[in-house]
């Protein structure tokens, strides 16, 4: 047993902490499905004004985290950032060189399993997924 953990251990210092799902957090902004409170695709983020759902969102869940796709311009998401700002909610810019399609995710700290309603279906949506 002794033996195994000195293994594991060696194993990890040499080649990192293993990751669970890779892809799904590097689609989810590095955050999981499961902790998902709703996703906005690139465009849905990039359309004027802010959606709703997302404000009250923040409003009820302050412990959770705004992760923000990087690849996006400031301007596109500022207004979620200033939002998140007023209302105590941290955020992220999440800037991983790998390609997502979602451009913002509001993650809770732990499983909360929303897949059903995660997303706001619309035409944008539609188009980009």
Sequence with gaps: MAQQKLEQIL????????EIRP???KLFLGSLAERAHIALTNGQVRKTG???EVLTLMEKHKDANLLINGDLTYMSYSNY????SKLGVQFTIYND???TPLGLVLAAPTAINNQASMFIKDEI???EM
């Design 50 to 52: 802010m959606y709703k």
């Design 97 to 99: 060189s790998k390609e």
């Design 11 to 18: 194993q990890n210092g040499m080649y990192g902490t293993p």
């Design 125 to 127: 949506f539609e188009k």
């Design 81 to 84: 950032v200033q939002a998140a």
């Design 23 to 25: 892809e799904e957090r």
